[in-house]
């Protein structure tokens, strides 16, 4: 199996409950296609780099997923079948995902040393 990355836009009309939906339609093609999934992030709605039909924006989708050739056929195919999906484009990724986690420990303790200068600020 190897890394993949794929990107869609979905057409900005497309809102709420419908765009998930939508997500979690092509999210179940890996799912039933045997991938595995590990990294599903929308951007939002963004400004395109040049109009498709008349329209200026698109909501971006991308997923990072391991699976054999298959998959990626049977994607692109429902991709292609969907008119809500205005692009798309699935690269083979070559090395190993590396996902970001957020620090969750670092920001209550910047936010406690700014309240400790305020107060000392406040005492003078």
């Not at 869609?8 to 999210?27: C, M, N, R, S």
């Not at 292609?80 to 620090?103: Q, W």
Request: proline letters at 4%.
């Amino acid at each position: 199996m190897r890394n993949y990355e794929s990107i869609y836009i979905i057409h900005p009309d497309v809102v709420g409950d419908e765009l998930t939906a939508l997500v979690d339609k092509f999210q179940k093609v890996f799912v039933d296609q045997g991938a595995e999934i590990h990294k599903l992030d929308n951007w939002g709605v963004r400004k395109l780099a040049y109009p498709i039909k008349k329209v200026e924006r698109g909501c971006y989708v991308q997923t990072l997923f391991c699976a054999g050739p298959e998959v990626i056929a049977e994607l692109e195919r429902r991709l292609r079948l969907d008119e809500k999906v205005m692009r798309f484009l699935t690269v083979r990724f070559e090395g190993e995902f590396v996902v970001e986690e957020a620090p969750a420990e670092e920001a209550p303790a910047e936010e406690t040393a700014v309240e400790e200068e305020v107060s000392a600020e406040e005492k003078a």
